[in-house]
Nanobody
Framework: QVQLVESGGGLVQAGGSLRLSCAAS????????MAWFRQAPGKEREFVAV????????TYADSVKGRFTISRDNAKNTVYLQMNSLNSEDTAFYYC?????????????????WGQGTQVTVSS
């Protein structure tokens, strides 16, 4: 079992930055690939980014590539999402997720554990 708790969301002006954190419980954090998804009102949950178990590789949605950076610290059981150059389209509830090794990175069904989410609101 893995429990995930996100933090770091809030209200930011367009062009600003935020860093989200996701703290995981349990001793098996490093055995999971970790991802961030987001869901805006009236829209489906969408993939944002994923990082490998070691942190050595990452993949991003086209909409955030070059602006967001995912990273992890296995010693602290924490995954981060640094978000720069935010715009109104980034407004959403952001969730971190822990998943196994198989299946597409961008498919929510391949992730076993989810946090409660944190709200990010970008004002224009």
């Amino acid at each position: 079992q893995v429990q995930l708790v996100e933090s770091g969301g809030g209200l930011v002006q367009a062009g600003g930055s935020l860093r989200l954190s996701c703290a995981a419980s349990g001793r098996t954090f490093s055995s999971y690939r970790m991802a961030w998804f987001r869901q805006a009102p009236g829209k489906e949950r969408e993939f944002v980014a994923v990082v490998s178990r070691s942190g050595g590789s990452s993949t991003y949605a086209d909409s955030v590539k070059g602006r967001f950076t995912i990273s992890r610290d296995n010693a602290k059981n924490t995954v981060y999402l640094q978000m720069n150059s935010l715009n109104s389209e980034d407004t959403a509830f952001y969730y971190c997720a822990a998943g196994g090794l198989y299946g597409e990175n961008n498919y929510a069904g391949n992730y076993d554990y989810w946090g409660q989410g944190t709200q990010v609101t970008v004002s224009s």
